[in-house]
């Protein structure tokens, strides 16, 4: 089989597209042929989600580890103004292809039903054919005869970009998926229907109208071991549950479905930015008759927050800025004695290469341990652990998944 590169990893750079060679930009158009519309084959056929399977029942309760993922020594990523809430990509005007990218090559298959590698191929296009007459016309001591071949380049960009609406005009429904997750020591599963919309090639944050392998594997994790996940209070106080990035809503009414199951008392409110995901989150909660509460959250200017014992968030770091925001939230919304759990995907390549990194360096490990000693206390990581990836599900470019357990801890550098 041969194995491909993708887009995220080799497409050149837009910013600096007055640069590249002639070559290179075939080279670049080549490569996304070979992946989406090969000679030998008929043009793929898109899966409406590359997470979709039916049910989950393998038990998970022992974590698997995965190796450290191979560095390139950077973090592939623009420094331009991240999108409020979470974004998949940045807008046309940051996108960094990386050409230096020490990534292995991925299964075809697994590219084409990849929906973020295949509307970053698309933009990219979109940008390339607006762009056009700043490359066409920066030779810069190239051959003069690259006068008449680069416009033809621009016109292959263009029947590609054709092929592509060609294709998606044929997928615009949306994927209704089910899930079943077991539920303690042989209890009955949880089940839980979603909706699954399409992504809007045109709004790059609109991501969370999908459901992502981190919240798959965190939601049967908590069914799995309720107890362990979330932190009943004893007495009359119901239980105040927070989730950053709901998206779907997935890990909230999963959540919603395992207390109700438990009988305990709670109060859980599921939040996101964009518009469209925030409707799509409302008739998820309807389809599964689950009490959730939805609130509109910009993690770059939070509200005062009333305080919760477990606060949730699954894939939410997609920017170097986004660890440092979440922290404010958290340090705003959770109590002394809470707990927030935080699940991202590990990326070895592509724009989001080692962003689960920053984690680590917005929330230290540990505290000093001794809850005498008077010490400031701060968002801390207790523990943390890689869970490996599972058949079918997942991105493309992910290699594994970080759970963080962090709490409120005396400093470590107190004593």
């Avoid at 993922?69 to 974004?87: C, E, F, I, M, Q």
């Avoid at 493309?396 to 004593?415: K, S, T």
């Amino acid at each position: 089989m041969t194995y491909f590169r993708a887009p995220t990893s080799f497409l050149p750079p837009l910013s600096i597209l007055s640069t590249h060679t002639t070559a290179s930009m075939q080279d670049a158009l080549q490569g996304l042929k070979d992946i989406y519309f090969p000679a030998a084959e008929p043009p793929p056929k898109r899966t409406q989600s590359i997470n979709a399977v039916p049910a989950l029942k393998q038990d998970i309760s022992d974590t698997v580890h995965v190796p450290r993922p191979k560095r390139t020594g950077r973090l592939n990523h623009s420094d331009g103004v991240p999108d409020s809430g979470y974004a998949s990509e940045e807008d046309e005007a940051e996108m960094e292809g990386d050409l230096e990218s020490e990534a292995e090559g991925l299964d075809p298959d697994v590219l084409r039903s990849d929906e973020l590698e295949r509307n970053f191929a698309i933009r990219w296009l979109t940008g390339l054919i607006k762009r056009s007459d700043i490359w066409m016309y920066a030779f810069d001591g190239t051959p003069e005869q690259e006068e008449h071949t680069r416009p033809a380049v621009i016109e292959e960009a263009s029947k590609l970009l054709a092929r592509f609406s060609g294709d998606d005009e044929q997928q615009e429904d949306a994927l209704t998926r089910q899930f079943m997750f077991p539920f303690g020591a042989g209890g009955k599963p949880i089940t839980i229907e979603l909706n699954d919309a399409p992504l809007t090639l045109t709004d790059h944050t609109s991501v969370g109208l999908q459901s992502w392998a981190s919240a798959i594997i965190f939601a049967e994790r908590i069914c799995v071991n309720p107890t362990r996940y979330m932190s009943i209070p004893q007495g009359a106080a119901p239980l105040r549950v927070l989730e950053l990035g709901a998206g779907t809503g997935l890990l909230s009414i999963a959540t919603a479905r395992l207390l109700d199951r438990m009988g305990a008392d709670a109060t859980i409110v599921a939040t996101d930015y964009h518009s469209a995901v925030l409707h799509n989150l409302l008739q998820n909660v309807k389809t599964n008759n689950v009490s959730v509460q939805i609130e509109s959250l910009d993690w770059s200017r939070p509200p005062p927050l009333e305080p919760y014992d477990v606060i949730l968030g699954a894939d939410v770091v997609y920017h170097p800025e986004h660890a440092k925001w979440i922290k404010d939230c958290v340090e705003k919304a959770l109590k002394k004695g809470g707990v927030f759990w935080l699940i991202i995907a590990m990326r070895s390549s592509g724009r989001h290469e080692g962003l689960w990194e920053t984690v680590d360096d917005v929330f230290p490990d540990g505290g000093c341990g001794n809850e005498g000693c008077g010490g400031e206390m701060k968002l801390a990581v207790l523990q943390k652990e890689d869970v490996g990836r599972r058949e079918g599900i997942g991105r493309a470019d992910e290699v594994g998944y970080r759970l963080f357990e962090i709490r409120w801890l005396p400093c470590r550098y107190c004593c």
